[in-house]
């Protein structure tokens, strides 16, 4: 679910901004800033950086199992999908001569999900059907030192950027269960 909802959401990023500044390439890219051997991930300069920084549970939700009935009668037990909150972190990787035009699609990627009013769903994301109903995305406004400790574990240098926190996405793999005989009362 996590490979297909990022980059959903990365293609509308793209499209609001290739309207929005009149562009006929893509500014957004899904990549890690730095790889793991400390080198630089991105060639291209000028660039919308999108990267995953977090995942969590979503702990809001009951996780218990419940039991659906068959058709012959009996049940089988439904293990609950799993829910994730996913982090994004938007990053202007841009050379420090178009450092304004940097601080320009970072306020678009703001105006992005204003746009939306944080709400992503098959309606106005056609690449979501199948996948999920309906995604809410907030700004994350992390203070000085949990912002150091971000950059610092992507073992990268600050960028201007925005943190955007994707509820719910749900994970479920189903698994054939045992039937379970209904109780009958003589």
Excluded: C
Aim: zero cysteines.
């Amino acid at each position: 679910m996590i490979h297909e909802v990022v980059p959903a959401i990365v293609n509308e990023l793209n499209r609001f901004l290739m309207s929005k500044h009149n562009l006929s390439e893509e500014k957004a890219m899904l990549s890690h800033l730095v790889n793991s051997d400390g080198s630089i991930a991105i060639q291209e300069s000028d660039k919308i950086i999108v990267t995953l920084t977090n995942i969590e549970a979503e702990r809001s939700k009951s996780n218990t199992g419940t039991y659906k009935p068959t058709a012959s009668g009996g049940f089988t037990k439904v293990n609950p999908p799993v829910e994730v909150n996913i982090y994004l972190l938007f990053s202007a990787y841009f050379t420090s001569e178009n450092y304004i035009e940097g601080l320009k699609f970072i306020t678009s990627v703001i105006a992005f999900f204003q746009s939306r009013q944080g709400i992503f769903s098959s309606q106005n994301t056609p690449a979501l059907n199948g996948i999920t109903e309906k995604l809410s995305v907030e700004m994350v406004s992390p203070d000085f030192r949990d912002q150091s400790n971000v950059w610092g574990g992507l073992g990268a240098k600050y960028l201007p950027s925005v943190l955007y926190r994707v509820k719910t996405i749900q994970i479920e793999h189903i698994l054939p269960s045992p039937e379970i005989a209904s109780i009958k009362s003589t």
